[in-house]
């Protein structure tokens, strides 16, 4: 099923040059966003479109001309529970599962190719075209509780992922103290893996009324406070209405509060700046599966020629 019209037509949006490889890769790209949204009536969990792709929705009733991605957005729980039902769900032989975290997870289409890194490589780890879905927790809403809030999570995170990353933390030297006990972390640190991983959503979830914000927390897990959070935090009220807006030839859930959560996101998002970002990586096509791309072409010569060119 075709959702981009004029596929196989270069097109003039927004005075921006849109090639129909481009249109192709949206294609793709809405396919795959197709299946995530049949998963998520089936299972009654709400999400909504997210960061660059709210922006297109609202601002371009499609994808942004320059843009080459789709984004999804889910409150915590809905996030697990989304997370909880994709693996018996997922058709894997049109869509795959590149990495699914505690914070994003990425869906990728295995009739395509999308070589963005190294990553993964060596162990087969799906490289097709692909949308983010993201998680949206707890932030920093100003109030004490919050940020004790916040920087508990932050340790927890790093407990589970490596205890010594805890004492390196940036508030623990400059507040010269942890908001968690470190025998308690350090007990978290000694569980198995699987168990470490409850106590965390254990405590993500005690935490959740901490604070009035959301936001997406970085890959990764101990992240230091010093450093800005990478997009303002969201108001949860602006969250408790979902419309659908028009984007391409179909609809997508957005925040009815939308023009809060972008203005959060982008401050002027109503004036159209083409960032210039490559979000297709080294190379891609949305008409070559990525295995057999792979088994036709050296890849890691691909991606060694690309760096040493990028990054003398």
């Known amino acids: 099923m075709a959702f981009i019209k004029d596929l196989h037509r270069d097109e003039i949006r927004d005075g921006w040059l849109v090639t129909s490889d481009i249109k192709k890769v949206w294609n793709r790209q809405l396919e795959i966003w197709q299946e995530v949204d049949r998963i998520c009536r089936k299972h009654g969990i709400i999400y909504w479109a997210g960061y660059g792709t709210l922006l297109g929705a609202v601002r371009h009733k499609g994808f942004i001309p320059w843009d080459e991605d789709m984004d999804l957005m889910l409150l915590r729980s809905e996030y697990d529970h989304f997370c909880k039902v994709l693996d018996e769900e997922l058709n894997g032989e049109l869509f795959e599962i590149k990495h699914k975290t505690f914070v994003l997870t990425k869906l990728c289409h295995s009739q395509t190719t999308c070589l963005e890194s190294n990553y993964g490589l060596e162990n087969d780890t799906p490289q097709g075209l692909?949308?983010?879905?993201?998680?949206?927790?707890?932030?920093?809403?100003?109030?004490?509780?919050?940020?004790?809030?916040?920087?508990?999570?932050?340790?927890?995170?790093?407990?589970?992922?490596?205890?010594?990353?805890?004492?390196?933390?940036?508030?623990?030297?400059?507040?010269?103290?942890l908001v968690m006990e470190l025998e308690t972390l350090q007990q978290i640190a000694?569980?198995?893996?699987?168990?470490?991983?409850?106590?965390?959503?254990?405590?993500?979830?005690?935490?959740?009324?901490?604070?009035?914000?959301?936001?997406?927390?970085d890959m990764m897990l101990a992240k230091m406070l010093s450093e800005p959070l990478r997009e303002r935090p969201f108001r949860k009220e602006w969250f408790d209405e979902t419309i659908y807006l028009p984007f391409e030839t179909v609809e997508l859930p957005a925040p009815k509060a939308y023009d809060k959560v972008l203005t959060s996101c982008y401050g002027d998002w109503r004036t159209p700046v083409p960032d210039g970002e490559n979000r297709l990586g080294v190379l891609h096509s949305a008409d070559i599966p990525w295995r057999e791309f792979f088994r036709l072409v050296d890849v890691k010569k691909i991606l060694d020629d690309w760096n040493r060119k990028h990054n003398p």
């Open 190 to 217: 000694a569980l198995p893996f699987q168990e470490r991983l409850a106590e965390l959503y254990r405590y993500t979830y005690a935490l959740w009324a901490q604070s009035s914000e959301v936001g997406y927390y």
């Open 130 to 177: 692909g949308i983010d879905v993201y998680a949206l927790d707890i932030a920093p809403d100003g109030t004490e509780n919050s940020l004790l809030a916040f920087k508990a999570m932050q340790e927890v995170m790093a407990a589970v992922t490596d205890i010594s990353q805890v004492v390196e933390m940036t508030h623990a030297k400059k507040d010269g103290y």
